[in-house]
């Protein structure tokens, strides 16, 4: 199941609902404003990320500078129970499943949340067949023929 992050006005977050919805690809979304997270959830975002906190914690945040906290000098357990305090402090959309994770919207690499088996059959369709100029040709003959053109 795809999981959101999301926060309200956040633009980059209703394009990647958007993109999912357009795509019929089920997920849950959760307010990172209304959705309290709970210890092991930060816990988990912190384990997926490739970087630690750099790849979730705005740095540039409010909180951030107004308090002067570094949050490269605090344990896992103060970072985790600062982000569960302070949910403002991460960046938005965070985009996961089983497999992938991602933050921010980016429209080339969403493509990894598009089912496995979706994506094989997408790389053999007609567009990327040898004939396919061959198969246009035919296709657009048969709906010339008909009521199309």
Known sequence: ??????SPGCASCRKVKQWLKDRNLPFVEKNIF???LDDEEIR????????GSDDIISKRSKVLTEQDVNVDE???N?????????????????????KSFQ???DSEEI???IPEELRRIAATSCDGCPSYTGCASAREEEECEGKYC
């Open 78 to 98: 103060e970072l985790i129970a600062f982000i569960r305090e302070n949910p403002s402090v991460l960046k938005r959309p965070i985009i996961l499943n089983e």
């Open 74 to 76: 605090m344990s896992l």
């Open 34 to 36: 209304k959705t309290l």
């Open 103 to 105: 933050v921010g919207y």
């Open 1 to 6: 199941m795809i999981v959101v992050y999301t």
């Open 44 to 51: 988990y975002l912190l384990m997926r990320t490739e970087n």
């Open 111 to 113: 493509g990894v949340f």
